[in-house]
């Protein structure tokens, strides 16, 4: 646990210094002003307490969280959950965030002013439902949030680890196409020359690119290095720019396809909860929309909320803004049959399912490729030294 030291007067106005273990900063300011009746005028963390780092706990820990509180509610009251999850969930940083949480919880402020002012671990979504569910019922709104994000993270996991494999193909193939470029064919070309022996035409192909990787190689990699670093700064900080790529993106195929229903099945999924538990539709798909990290589809689903504010059916402003035509059928049968919320929870099913689809797809089509970029330098290389060979043979013969 963390160590602060700190200054400040007593009850009897006579000036105290000292150190005290605490979660965090605010902990140790109401331990020393409720338990010691000290005014603190200045505290610090000392050096081996300091983060290094964002501080930002895990999503597992969030989920954790979310999870343990929605189940304690049922029999505790909500001062009394913080206080059981905040010590078992394994994750320091998560611990002291839950610390700050139950103290404010405990002075009388509402739950979501709280997690309001730790943006870092707790989104807008998170804190616009539970503060609806204070309003009405909040065991079922966080057992509704906990849902929605292990299925978000099922979600990603599931992409990541079908991506994993073709991009680890990918990368050991270009490793292994430069080493042979840079290595193995200047060592074959200086046994050809000492040999008196004319390089074959497939060996003179190979050694003109291993020239070239020789000699401009570094230039290239420095060069590489320095366009992704301008290209990734400028994507960060023009939204124009950002906006443009991520339509890019989601145009190219089978990976733009799972892009998209990645998170549409996110937004779905948010949308739901926060229409569930009684917030209006616009602010309801304008919020949900705010998590999307594709700046092209939040910008669509963006104009669905406004058209919507002006009193247009939702459905029709999904279809006009060119989202998935499966979403603007399942809001529309949901809005004119009075199920919304359900038609909602059913699309978010689908587009995981379908993102599933997609991964597999997109891996069955990323491991041929990984394999010809791993065999075509050397079976480029084989072919040379066997024309080598061949030629070497037929000049002892003759």
Sequence with gaps: MPTFHFAGVNALGEPVSGSIKAPSEMVARDSLGSRDQVHVSSIRPSFLSREWGSGKPKPASVLLFTRMTASLLRSLTLQESLEVTRDDLGD?????VLWDVSVHVRRGRSLADTLAEHPAVFDPVYVAAVRAGEQANLQDVMRMLAESRRRSQETRRKVVKGLAYPATILGVGTVVSILILYVVVPRFAKAVADAGA??????RIMLGASHVLTVAGPAMLLGGVLLGWVGVRAYRTREGLRTRVDGAMLRIPILGTLLSQ???????????ILYSSGSPVAAAVEMAAQTIGNRKLRAQLGAVSRGHAHGRPLWQEMQLAGIAPIASKLVRVGEEGGRLGEMLAELAEYFEEETSYSVDKLT???EPL????????VALLVGGVYALMTASMQAVTS
């Design 370 to 377: 990984a394999i010809i970029i791993i065999m075509v330098p």
């Design 92 to 96: 320091a940083r998560m611990e002291r």
């Design 262 to 272: 990645a998170a549409l099945a996110a937004w779905a999924r948010l949308f739901a």
């Design 198 to 203: 004319e390089a074959p035409l497939i060996m």
């Design 364 to 366: 069955s089509r990323l």
